[in-house]
């Protein structure tokens, strides 16, 4: 969930070129917000915060689980997982349980 910016948040004066009030102006109109709100919705879509490193190791984590990391089916029709896949599974589940351990201990 997003936070409104109030009073306190950070002030910027911003010189446009001709034309492109008008053109805010209608944007944030057409999405029932402010020009404040439009400008920053449209900032905040270029220039996204960065990801968590946490958030993005799970994601990770998940993607290496959920990717094919089954693959290789034997002729006996058993499957394995592939070397490369077991070891980059390893390797993140290794950072995973280290940043919780760092989280945890604060």
Known sequence: MTTRPGREADAFMLRLPNGMRERIKRAADANGRSMNAEIVAVLSE???????????????????????????????GTTKRSTQSRDALADLLDLLKAEVERRVRG
């Not at 960065?50 to 990717?67: G, I």
């Open 46 to 76: 270029r220039y996204p915060e960065p990801a968590d490193p946490f958030e993005v190791l799970v994601r990770d984590v998940l993607e290496v689980l959920s990717q094919g990391a089954v693959e290789n089916s034997a002729a006996d």
